[in-house]
């Protein structure tokens, strides 16, 4: 098993900046990719950036493309953590932000952190 606890949500203004964080504990030498899904009421889960993490540094990333450029995902592998800095925030960024990690047999999932952008 993994455990992902999230960290860093909040209210922010409109064009502001939040860095949530994700630590994961237990088997996670058998994760091979972490990332960011949102969702909002009414509304599928969505991807937000993902990061392999199968090398001792760095990762593949991807990204939403509604994220590109304001939002970027990081890793510490000695904190076995997984990063989200998001910039130039906008009220449609408002959701529970969900912490993942996945193997090649199983997904795990946070209990999520909510980001409210609002003035």
């Known amino acids: 098993q993994v455990q992902l606890v999230e960290s860093g949500g909040g209210l922010v203004q409109p064009g502001g900046s939040l860095r949530l964080s994700c630590a994961a504990s237990?088997?996670?030498?058998?994760?091979?990719?972490m990332g960011w899904y949102r969702q909002v009421p009414g509304k599928e889960r969505e991807l937000v950036a993902t990061i392999t993490t199968t090398t001792a540094i760095g990762g593949s990333t991807n990204y939403a493309d509604s994220v590109k450029a304001r939002f970027t995902i990081s890793r510490d592998n000695a904190k076995n953590t997984v990063y989200l800095q998001m910039n130039s925030l906008k009220p449609e960024d408002t959701a529970v932000y969900y912490c993942?990690?996945?193997?090649?047999?199983?997904?795990?999932w946070g209990k999520g952190t909510l980001v409210t952008v609002s003035s």
């Open positions: 993942n990690a996945a193997s090649y047999a199983m997904t795990y």
């Open positions: 237990g088997r996670i030498f058998s994760i091979k990719s």
